[in-house]
């Protein structure tokens, strides 16, 4: 490392610790609980899905889901006239839904030093440092969401690519919580290969010899299109959460074709909310009467129907501990940092999951 790049890093480190009231930021140490607060804010503000869903800072490892949105109807009546006493209901209450429990999950990072060289002339030296690192906190957040399915004691990046192996996820709490609202399969498997089967290709059309009408071939489709499948998946939801006007149709990146995804779609002005692949793509069609949108890792043949904000990230608080190392032997700095984190689903009476979509005929 430069002289000149050693008293720029210098400088960034005791920052650190200044910022979380502590002597030294190479020793271990707990991210103040302000600091904290507003390192959650910039990662979600990092990403324009995460700003979509709430990210939520919890006393407690464990314990009943916050539930910031309603859970279930109030209205009614009771007959006090034959001494029955009227009973209020928390419409937030999640407690009959899964409770959270955040696990550790470690961000740590180094950068060689020549690359904090080349970035020692830029007076912004310390904000491009951090975020930088706040991006990727946010991204890795992001595919957890979508694909995590277990706590590994020690993860594999390796065999599990998409991080699936560092927490559990919100597509299997649904799985595993709720099945009831979980979609894996038509009826045209009887051999236990589980797909469902959507009427897309010119091939599963067949002409009426009389009108020439063009007809789909329902023995080698489960659903004539997607529209017809998303009407069908509406019904897993809870009945008084089907006309909810917060829903949106979550889409695989193979089910609609990218032509009805505009890449640039309201982007900020910043390369970072420019970036597609950390932001939220709108389609201008809807699919069975919903928005459709494509959001960072969601799976290709998937969808899922809810709202955004029914989806949340629990941090809990005073669990964010940190340590910067200026390493010598490995010619870099490095970054030890780690939080308890927990993906919650808050009302899953408001979500409808669908998996293993084929746009193709039976085979």
Known sequence: MRNATRVLFNSYVSQIALING??????????????????????QQSSEFLSSISMILVPDQEGQKVGI?????????????????????????????DTYRCEKTDFDWAIPYAKLDAWRHKPEFETILRDAILKQQGRDTIMIGWNGTSVAPQTDRAANPLLQDVNKGWLHKIRTVAPARWMEDGDLTPDGTKAIYIASGVELFNKDANTGAGNADTAKADYVNLDALVIDAIELLDEWQRD?????????????????????????????????????LRSEKQIGGLPAVRVPFFPANALLITSLENLAIYEQEETRRRQLKDEGEYSRVANYESANLSYVVEDYGKTALVENIRLAAKP
Do not use: C
């Open 244 to 280: 909810s006007t917060d829903l949106v149709v979550i889409a695989g990146r193979d089910l609609v074709h990218d032509k009805y995804f505009p890449m640039i779609n309201a982007a900020g002005d910043s390369a970072m909310q420019q970036e597609a692949r950390d932001r939220i």
């Open 69 to 97: 949105g309603v859970t279930r109807p109030i209205s009614g009546r009771t007959n006090t006239a034959n001494n029955t006493r009227r009973q209020p209901t928390d419409p937030t209450d999640t407690s009959e839904m």
């Open 22 to 43: 502590v002597p030294d930021a190479s020793v271990q140490f707990t991210v103040a609980p302000a600091v904290q607060q507003t390192l959650v804010e910039r990662i």
